[in-house]
Nanobody, 125 residues
Framework: QLQASGGGLVQTGGSLRLSCAPS????????MGWFRQAPGKEREFVAA????????HYADSVKGRFTISRDSAKNTLYLQMNSLKPEDTAVYYC????????????????????WGQGTLVTVSS
């Protein structure tokens, strides 16, 4: 129900933009987010946006380097990733829930009802 794309191989310091196009309708109360999972590690929160408030939230590890945005006309979620590091290497997943999550719950993967298939980002050193 969510198609993520834009992953690939990039050198340290490079940039990539991920896209996520939900096939299910979003609502003005939806929360949309990005998570990632590196090999041998648990899935972790990257960024989220709460459409009702227009707010954006980031994990400390990506703050200042990644930007989450949404094109409402295209109903597409983006993750602009700059200054990439080898530790950013992971499969990136987009996620959606139709409710406005409270800030403290944004990093809870269980709070999101819909998930994309993931797109692999590899950052070489």
């Amino acid at each position: 129900q969510l198609q993520a794309s834009g992953g690939g191989l990039v050198q340290t310091g490079g940039s990539l933009r991920l896209s996520c196009a939900p096939s299910t309708q979003t609502s003005r109360t939806s929360t949309m987010g990005w998570f990632r999972q590196a090999p041998g590690k648990e899935r972790e929160f990257v960024a989220a946006t709460r459409l009702y408030y227009g707010s954006r939230h980031y994990a400390d590890s990506v703050k200042g380097r990644f930007t989450i945005s949404r094109d409402s006309a295209k109903n597409t979620l983006y993750l602009q990733m700059n200054s990439l590091k080898p530790e950013d290497t992971a499969v990136y997943y987009c996620a959606l829930t139709r409710s406005t999550l409270i800030v403290s719950n944004l990093d809870n993967s269980g709070a999101y009802a819909y998930w994309g298939q993931g797109t692999l980002v590899t950052v070489s050193s």
